[in-house]
């Protein structure tokens, strides 16, 4: 009996995405809609299994954990990229990681621009005050005229500096590496990062998560923010400084957050995040939706089948010693 582990199927749905079914009748898959943390915990509930399969960076593999799995011999994550995955470790226990397609691109854009109007628009407090018999509470904000400030033009970053400027927005825009001429191919303007959130209203993150931009947004830029703009992170939670960020956000130094990814997921209870009135924050969910699950849970299927047959796809550390793979 081989044993196959879904972990994360937050809003269960995994086994409806894709054919199982096609697994061979001696798989026994089990899918867990929980999320564990605990090292112990985690150990006790995945050490009986040879395959497991996560959703993008949800639960963390490293080097700690993997050791602890002795039997665990293909490791599936959803998209071909997880920092959450200690791939060397994976490469020398003998643990084959394959990863799969992502499916539309757009997404986490669509909902950047969803977490801006509902911050600038105030909508759940105006939904809540309909709800109560209250109608008209909040002044909201009009983008028309106004300053958006892009963290980081790539595939992302450039659809949300596209459609700011449909909204009639001046867009700039600042990373380590940019150019005038890449920013001006989206359509905006290159500052220095301190210009950027100086100017700006609403200050949006899309660069990539790694050692120079963890607390690219520190106390000093937040600082320079105006009161009223407002920060949407949609990127990965460490790229700002979260103290930072709740003090801010506590003594009005801006007017809000829109925030999508955080330092430790799912949040903790009691996190002095959930108490601020003046943020909307959603449960990384920028990649979470129908047409996107598709293709990551098929792939994964994909990916498994192919393990049982002795080809696996879309290996992420193609140099596992081969003397380890499932014969």
């Known amino acids: 009996m081989t044993q196959v582990a879904i972990l994360d199927d937050y809003q269960g749905v995994a086994l409806q995405m894709a054919d199982w079914s096609r697994l061979p009748a001696d798989c026994q898959v089990e899918v867990f809609h929980d999320h564990l943390s605990a090292p112990e915990a985690l150990v006790e509930r995945l050490c009986a299994y040879e395959i497991i399969t996560c959703m993008r960076e949800r639960t963390p593999f490293p080097r700690a954990l993997l050791t602890r799995l002795p039997g665990l011999r293909l490791l599936v994550t959803t998209a071909m990229r997880n920092a959450a995955i200690d791939l060397q470790a994976a490469t020398e226990l003998g643990i084959v990681v394959c990863g799969t397609g992502s499916g539309p691109t757009a997404p986490p854009a669509e909902l950047t621009w969803g977490l801006i109007l509902g911050l600038i628009r105030h909508i759940p407090q105006e939904d809540a005050a309909v709800r109560a018999g209250r109608w008209g509470v909040h002044l909201g904000m009009s983008l028309e005229g106004k300053v958006l400030g892009v963290l980081g033009l790539g595939r992302l970053g450039g659809?949300?500096?596209?459609?700011?400027?449909?909204?009639?927005m001046s867009v700039i825009a600042w990373s380590q590496n940019m150019t005038a001429?890449?920013?001006a191919a989206h359509g905006a303007t290159l500052?220095?990062?301190?210009?950027?959130f100086t100017r700006a209203d609403i200050v949006s993150v899309h660069v990539q998560l790694s050692a120079r931009t963890r607390g690219l947004?520190?106390?000093?830029?937040?600082?320079?923010?105006?009161p009223t703009a407002y920060?949407?992170?949609?990127?990965?939670?460490?790229i700002v400084d979260e103290a930072a960020l709740v003090a801010a956000l506590r003594t009005r130094r801006i007017a809000g957050a829109g925030l999508d990814v955080f330092d430790e997921e799912p949040l903790p209870p009691g996190h002095p995040l959930l108490a601020l009135d003046n943020t909307l924050l959603v449960?990384?969910?920028?990649?979470?939706?129908?047409?996107?699950y598709r293709v990551r849970y098929q792939d994964t299927v994909e990916n498994v089948v192919a393990y049982l047959q002795g080809t696996p796809l879309r290996i992420l550390n193609p140099e596992v010693l081969v003397s380890a793979r499932r014969r």
């Open 181 to 183: 001429t890449l920013a």
């Open 159 to 168: 659809l949300v500096a596209k459609a700011g400027l449909a909204f009639g």
């Open 217 to 226: 947004v520190d106390a000093h830029a937040l600082g320079l923010m105006k």
């Open 231 to 238: 920060l949407i992170n949609t990127a990965r939670g460490p």
């Open 191 to 196: 500052v220095s990062k301190d210009t950027l």
């Open 283 to 292: 449960p990384h969910i920028g990649y979470v939706t129908e047409e996107q």
